[in-house]
């Protein structure tokens, strides 16, 4: 038993040392691609938001990125990664304009990438910089969410807090991720510079086999109702669990009930049709 045990420690510590030596050149190589997954108003159907989603090909295969970025945050090279996504994501903002239509892009921002210094001049920077390479007079802060984690809040430095609030200044919106899973405390919600929240797959998968976490949903809407927040509730698979999100009056859907994450060109080709 424990001989086993040692050989699957000693089979992942391989691998993850593997994925890290490879993921350092995944972006010369052209191995990493953005992939956007819609946001739907569940009563017209109409997709106004999309989440910008990492995907990594590498030698014939695909590696999550629920193992690939804890690599990547461990080692830092999230840092470099974060900022190749964040200009993927102009490329697409600017793309989805010519097309004289509107998308609020969301981007997944890591609690490490937080931690690098000079921060701030990386963010404005990489939308101002690419913006206006793609066209862009005046970046359009207002089409990004940055999605953040529970444990960035937590961290509780006055530089996050004063980034944060520095960047919803100009317009990004600022989006809880996962929301609930984590241990922070509701008073954040209220401290922090926060617009949107995100009810965690999780909660919306249970729903069907636990009536408890329809009440823990219900809270989560009255909630962000009062304090004026906005709501996706993301992995909506099924037309019960639509029919419930649709009841609460939710006004924003993510999940396989209308669409997977998809690449550029599938994600623009449907923008295109769209009224
Ligand atoms: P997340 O931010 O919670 O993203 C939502 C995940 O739920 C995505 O998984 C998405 O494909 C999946 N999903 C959406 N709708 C459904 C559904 O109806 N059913 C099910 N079963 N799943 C659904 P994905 O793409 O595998 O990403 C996993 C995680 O990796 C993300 O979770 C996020 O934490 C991280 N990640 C992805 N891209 C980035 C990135 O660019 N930067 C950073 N820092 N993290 C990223
Ligand atoms: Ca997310
Ligand atoms: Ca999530
Ligand atoms: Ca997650």
Redesign the pocket.
Known sequence: CFEYFNQTIQLETERTAKLHYHLKNAIILNELEL?F?PIVDPNTTEINKA????RWHHDGQFI???EF?PIAEKSGL?VE??EW?RAEVVKMISAVQSLNKSICFS????TIEFCTNELQNRFLQSFEKVSQSSGLSDFPYHLVTL?ITESLMMNQQQAVYDLLALLRKRGVNISI??FGTGYSSLSYLVNFPVDQIKI??AFIQQIETDERHKALIEAIVSMSNSLDLSLVA????TQEQLDFIKQLKIPAV????YY??MPTDEFLAIISQQE
């Open positions: 992939y997954q989440e910008a989603l990492l999550s990125p629920d970025i999230i990664i974060g996504v981007i997944n921002v890591s999605e991720d996962d965690d797959k993301e992995g909506v698979e993510q999940g396989y009930y997977k994450p």
